[in-house]
């Protein structure tokens, strides 16, 4: 067995995991990154596409800011299609200057595992059977295989960075955690296409079919969704019906301009809202997908994943730096409070613009009156926007 000691392992080479690495590395706190996966097929899924402020400044903090300032674009509203009108949240004007920045997670991730190269951060690729040890009771290590050999890394702390389908919050015994879900009846049928994007600023439909999105990473780069059933199969959807549904659900002025061509990525992702609580047990700390899930209505996903590393990344310096244990004891109860409000509000855009299996005519009538609602009001109008930019950390 290869033994070796760290003062931070973070399970997990997505956004979280580097994000937190960098921004400790640039501190002087020691980390080691293990990831499952090869670093092509990381940077192969199509993901997120907006980042908050709140997760732009992290980014210039990590210092690894420089492409997205360069090629990342500044939005300042979105358009919600609806009963044939196209109507515009001015996100600018309700939140005092606020606005997002489109620029894919693809690109973040890249920029983080090359600053990550340039600092000699190391990040271990293709670990198997990962398991965490003496969580609570001292000498917390991590047990894994890489290329053939057996590793054991001791740490003061171990980040469970490792979404949700991973190790570190199954390793949490059963009875300590709390877990909230929430299943929807549908998934999201995206596409990325090199083709113009139809609008410069992103355009949310509800339709009677069913829920469509329009999309972008750059003025040559587009990414659609529309909304399916979860017994739909990406296979089954040729290019040729993906653009025609998803013309049917625009309305006529923007179903005109939509530039069609052939798909260079086509994928289903379910929704689901999901907490776990508290994000730590004893010497680790969840965060980001490995904690809570939102379904990707609200673009919230990434950014509540950079708002846990944003507190815990500070909590990890005041420890190591200051002996201070203040910031990480309250990590579970802030993250947390953040959280919940970004579950609602992603569960209140889906609710709004999907079409659910079961709803009546009853349900239908008060979807529209509550669009109507939000396009007669500067207060819904408001509430939408601070929402959408980000709430503070
Ligand atoms: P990730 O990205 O899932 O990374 C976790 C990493 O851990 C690795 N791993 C393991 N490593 C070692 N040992 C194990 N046993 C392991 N098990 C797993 C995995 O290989 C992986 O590399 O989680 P992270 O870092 O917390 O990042 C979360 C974000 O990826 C996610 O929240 C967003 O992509 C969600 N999301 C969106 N978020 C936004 O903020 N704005 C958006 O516009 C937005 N759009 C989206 C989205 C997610 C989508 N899908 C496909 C779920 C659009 C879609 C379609
Ligand atoms: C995306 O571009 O992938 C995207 C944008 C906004 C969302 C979800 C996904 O709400």
Redesign the pocket.
């Known amino acids: 067995m290869k033994t070796d000691s760290t003062q931070v392992v973070i399970?997990?080479?997505?956004?979280?995991?580097l994000l937190l690495s960098q921004l400790l590395h640039r501190a002087g706190v020691e980390t080691l990154v293990?990831?499952?996966?090869s670093r092509a097929h990381?940077l192969g899924r199509i993901?997120?596409?907006?980042l908050e402020t709140g997760l732009v400044g992290l980014l210039r903090k990590a210092g690894v800011s420089a492409r997205m300032d360069q090629q990342g674009a500044v939005h300042h509203g979105f358009h919600i299609a609806h009963q044939g009108r196209l109507d515009r949240i001015d996100l600018d004007a309700r939140t005092d200057g606020q606005s997002v920045m489109v620029y894919g997670?693809t690109e973040v991730t890249r920029d983080l595992y090359d600053a990550r190269d340039r600092m000699g951060g190391v990040v271990l690729h293709g670990?198997e059977d990962?398991r965490l040890c003496n969580l609570t009771n001292g000498q917390p290590h991590v047990l894994f295989r890489h290329a053939g050999a057996a590793h054991r890394v001791d740490a003061t702390f171990i980040v469970g960075?490792?979404?949700?389908?991973?190790?570190s919050r199954k390793s949490i015994p059963e009875g300590v955690l709390r877990e909230y879900e929430k299943l929807y009846p549908f998934g999201?049928l995206?596409v990325l296409s090199e083709t113009r994007p139809v609008q410069s600023e992103l355009i949310y439909a509800r339709h009677d079919r069913g829920f469509a999105l329009c999309s972008m990473r750059n003025p040559k780069l587009s990414r659609y969704y529309i909304q399916v059933p979860l017994s739909e199969r990406a296979d089954a959807w040729s290019d040729a019906a993906f653009w025609e549904e998803l013309r049917r659900r625009l309305p006529e002025g923007v179903a005109d301009q939509i530039e069609t061509g052939p798909s260079i990525e086509k994928s289903i992702?379910p929704l689901r809202s999901f907490v776990a609580e508290p994000m730590r047990y004893g010497a680790l700390f969840l965060?980001?997908?490995?904690a809570h899930i939102v379904p990707?209505t609200g673009?919230?996903?990434?950014?509540?994943?950079a708002s846990d590393i944003h507190y815990l990344h500070q909590g990890l310096i005041d420890y190591f730096l200051q002996n201070d244990s203040t910031g990480l004891d309250g990590y579970s109860e802030r993250a947390l409070a953040r959280v919940w409000k970004a579950e609602r509000f992603s569960w209140w855009m889906t609710c709004l613009l999907h079409q659910f299996p079961d709803m009546s005519p009853a349900d239908l009538r008060l979807q529209q009156a509550e669009l109507d609602y939000l396009f007669s009001s500067d207060a819904a109008q408001t509430v939408l926007a601070e929402n959408y930019v980000g709430l503070p950390y």
């Open positions: 399970i997990g080479g997505g956004p979280s995991g293990l990831e499952r996966q990381v993901r997120a596409g907006v997670q670990v990962v960075a490792d979404g949700f389908h991973g190790v999201w995206g992702a965060a980001g997908d490995a990707p673009a919230k996903g990434l950014n509540l994943a």
